[in-house]
Every structure is written in C-alpha cells, then in structure tokens.
C-alpha cells in the first residue's frame, strides 16, 4: 500500500489535537484526545487509536511520516524534549523515541509548538508565499517563532523565536520568567488580566469593568474584556491598547533586526484584532527605519487552533521528503 | 590570464579602504583612497589606479570579481544604493553600475558597511565555523548585521539588522533617528559622549573627568573617556558601564529571538573593551531564556577596520563562483 498520509500531533496540556494530511497538504481529518500528562507514549497510543480509521488499520501501512509539536525547548535534531512547563511527565526525555513507541519507526519531525503553528500558517494560512515571516502568539504567555529564507529558526540551542521575553521596558510589569518589562508581561493574557485588576484595585476602572469583574470573578478572561472593549468601555480598551503598543514596540524591534515579509499575530488574545492591532501597527511604523518596511503586513492567523498540527504534518512530509 | 583575483571595497565618508584576495582569501595587500563624497565611479578610478601594480596593470587582467561594502540601505541583488547619510552624492544610484563603470563588466557583489564586516569576521575573524552570528557595531551610532544558516540576512527590503535601533526603553534618551530609547542612544560615540555632558551640566562629574573634557573640548572621544575609566575613574566607568547594560539588554533580545553561536561587539566604542562587554555579559545572561544559550560567547570582533573590505572581497569569491 502507497506511504501517502502524513500525520501532525500538536500536544497541550490538557488535550492532544491531530490532523491527517494527503501528499498535497489537503487534510483527510482529524481530532482529539485527552493529554495523559504523566505519559507521553500513553498519550501517543490513545491518539493512534483515535485516528486508526483515517490511517486504515492497525500497523498503520498508509502513515509515511509522523510530525509532532510540543511546547517547551525541542531540539528536532536529537528528538530531545527539555523544560515543558505544561507537560511535566513529558519534559527532560526522548520525545522522538515516544512517538516511534506509538506508531513504529517511521521518519519523525519534531517543533516547538509556536513553531508548528508558524510553519502551518507559512504554508497554508496567513504566510503563504512568503520567505522570511515572524509569529507572535499571544496565549496565556507569549510565544514566537522565526522564518528566514524559507526555513523554521530553531537556534543553536533551541532557543529561537522566545520573542515573549524580549524586554521593552527594563523597569516595567514582572514576567513570570523572572525578568521585568518582557512583551509577555504585558500582551500575554495573565499580564493583562493582571494589569486590569490592578486598575480595579486602584479603583479607577469604569463601573462596567467592575460589575463584570464581580460577575465574572476568578473566571473573568480576555474574551470577557474584549466584548467589553468593543461595547465601548473606555478603560477596558485602554488596558488592550497598551499592550497593543507594547507589541508594537517588539514588532518594530524585530523588524529593525529582519525585515521580514509580514508579521503574523496569533493567539486567543489576537482574537480581540483591532483592539490590539490597531494601536500595535501605530505604535510600530514610525519605530521601522528602513522607510520601505513600515509598510510590512502585521496581520492575524488565519488557521487558529489547528495551525500547529496543520504545520506538524506539514513537517512530517518535507522530513519523508528528505528535507530538513 | 587566469582570472584569480578578489578586490573588496570599503567606502566609507572619508576614506575608502581596499583588500585583493587569492580564491585562498590570502590577502596580497589594499590600501585606500579619499573619498569623493560626490562622485562614486571618480573614486572608484582613482582606487582602480591606486590598486593596479597589485591587480597586474591595465584592464585588471586577472581581477575575477568586485566586492563592494558601503554604509546605507543597499540592495545586492538590484545593485541599488537608497538612503546613505554619509554620501549624499552616491545615495539613490545604481552603485553596481559605478563599480562597473571603474573595473569593466565583472561578477559584482554589494553589502551594507556592516554586513560587509559581519562577513569578513565570519569568514576570517571572530565568527570563523559559526553558521548563526550576530554582529553589533558600536562606532558613532549603533550598526548591526545577522548570519543565519551561513547566509547574510539583508532583508526583504534590504533593512535587516537596524539594531542600533531597537527601542529598548520608551522614554529613553532621544535618538538621532527621531525615537527615544534605541541601543544607539547609550552605546554609540554620540550617546555616550552625550551622557558625559549631561553629568558635566549637572555637576556630577568626577574633577578628572572635568579637566579631561576642558582640555579636549570639542574633541573629546571614546577613546579619551576609556583611558580616564581605566586610570579608575568610576563616574566615567559607569557611562561606559550603563551603555554596557544596554548593550546586554538587546544582546539578551536578541539571543531570545535568534539563539546565535556567537555575538561580536566591534567599532570603535567596542575598543573600550570588558569597561562595556563586562557589564553587557552581567545583564545579559540572566534576561535569556533558554538556560544552555546563556553560555554563548560575547567576543570583541578581530578584524578591526579591514573588516568589511575583508568581507566585501569574499563576497566578491562568492558571486563569481556561483553563490549569492
């Protein structure tokens, strides 16, 4: 039987989503399956199960390459997985051994999850036809990931594309890494739900941003606010266009170290669009030196939470390909 | 005649340097010329004439291909020369076409100044065996260059590695770009001169640092400022000092974002040595993120000014042989 399918795995902390992808990229389906965060070949074994019907059965004889994205520090060269905050049992062990364990020796392309979730927009979402292409993924922390001249960055180290922790503002808001003044302390969702209890703290938030607050308690998250921001409240948009300028700053940073062809924002905070974007793109420009580049498309993922597995089996093809 | 013979050219405001290399990259000697501000091909002829008993006479019978380095946004592939402060009289012109205009039709290769140096230390310098480096170059502003998998990233619209002005804090000190807070504004000659007037007005300067800037008025430089740091002098090591924290805010920026092999610090500001890499490494290390890159080597460059003539004719070895 014809080696035809490529399976993607992008694995969080609480559930393991899959994509199944032809030859040409068109997928045949997918899903998910809860994440054994104790044991990760366990995980693996689930998932297989899971989509036996689409890869045709036991001992899998159409699965031509299998590609995995995982948060934390993956070295794809070695299959190494190092510190995964969410995925404890997981972390400081053979990640490329896990999922041979799983689905049999078959080539194995291993990311970093911002990373997966890059090279699924790079292909076939918000970067497509671009050579040189930046992600920045707002999610409860702050994430990146870097494309120059066609290839994912991963670094020497594996340390590329950590674009949450480049610091703005040397005596701004903690970071949870320790550091003050990180993008992430300000556009990652905990940093700006601090920032809004902190308004509420001082008692200068609108009576609307309080009520929902009290309603909302402990549950109260960036969707919340951003239905609050596009009704109108005015401190509640203020607290998105402060991070929006923050990320502004960071973009023209980076845009002054890569000129790339576009930057891509994605994340469940990126849902809150021209909130964010708006005051990010103003604050950007006229940071840019080189005049040309202040015209760089700064735009929203098109592929949301299924980019990363849509990136993976992406992976996994040019790994079967013999590419990287 | 065998066509074995690489000149590289570095145009600079005042002067333009030369270095001819073997295919080997031995140098067989350079030299320089004054430059014409306002006229490229003129000071390329005269450079041409300067170099001839080297390249073998009239004609350069065996000059295989140029390299040329020049401070502004320079594209490679078009050959064309936007934006360039110092050379009013060659911005905005084909810059490819004066090189062929003084050497006849030859393989030409074109870098920015800083790629152009950033090139040489990675072929023969502080970046030999390194495929991922990042150059900073600390003259009288902040220039910068990245190598990423072995290639010169130039940029989408040839203004990659602006890294003087990454905004590394937003009220910062005012930059001559226009914004406040880029790494220009405490870690170039201008900035850091400007930081010692500022504590001559506010009388807080040390007497030694006083009489120094009495006796050499106008003149004052860097240079002057290191020797006083390292006779002891602590208000003048902590100007030194407080550019160097700068610097290891956007070296950490940068390693989150690109996990180098290696960062060069060079230009002129850079001869100040550990007074500025100390405190850069100290604040450096603690801001990156991925524990294993914050051993990466922080070195001076080793080419000094030869650098980007160096670079420009390996450049040139590279186009004639097919490369980019």
Redesign the interface.
């Known amino acids: 039987m014809t080696k035809d399918l490529y399976l993607g795995i992008d694995t969080g902390g609480t559930a393991v989503k899959y994509e199944i992808a032809d030859i040409d990229g068109l997928t045949l389906g997918g899903g998910e399956v809860p994440t054994d965060p104790s044991n990760a070949t366990r995980t693996l074994q689930a998932l297989a199960a899971d989509a036996a019907p689409i890869l045709g059965g036991a001992g899998w004889p159409r699965l031509a390459a299998v590609g995995l994205a995982c948060a934390g ?1 993956v070295n794809p060269v070695t299959g190494w997985l190092g ?1 995964s905050p969410n995925l404890p049992g997981w972390e400081n062990r053979d990640l490329g051994g896990a999922v041979t364990a799983a689905f049999g020796s078959l080539p194995v392309a291993l990311a970093n999850d911002v990373n997966g979730a890059l090279y699924g927009e790079y292909r076939y979402g918000a970067g497509r036809g671009c ?2 292409v930046v992600m920045i993924a707002l999610g409860t922390g702050v994430g ?1 990931a ?1 494309i ?2 066609g ?1 994912l ?11 949450g ?6 005596d701004g808001p903690l970071c949870t ?3 003050r003044g990180c993008l992430e302390a300000w556009a990652g969702s905990t940093g700006l739900l601090r920032a809004v209890r902190r308004l509420l703290a001082d008692g200068v938030a609108s009576p609307s941003l309080a009520e929902l607050a009290r309603r909302r308690g402990a549950a109260l998250n960036t969707r919340d606010l951003s239905e609050l921001a596009e009704a109108g409240d005015a401190v509640t948009r203020g607290v998105f266009a402060e991070a929006g300028r923050r990320l502004g ?1 960071a973009v ?10 576009r930057i891509i924002i994605g994340g469940g905070v990126a849902l809150a669009g021209d909130l964010i974007l708006g005051p990010c793109r103003e604050r950007a420009v ?8 202040r015209s ?1 498309p700064i735009v929203p993922a098109e592929l949301g939470p299924r980019a990363a597995a849509v990136g993976a089996a992406s992976l996994a093809r040019e790994k079967a390909r013999g590419g990287r």
Not at 153 to 163: D, W
Not at 252 to 261: G, Q, Y
């Open positions: 520090i510190r050579r040189n990146g870097v120059v001249h290839e960055l991963v670094g020497v180290h594996s340390g590329a594309g950590e674009i922790h480049m610091v703005l503002q040397d890494c320790g550091s700053q023209a940073n980076l845009v002054n170290v890569l000129d790339p062809d006229p940071l840019i030196l080189a005049t040309e580049a760089l």
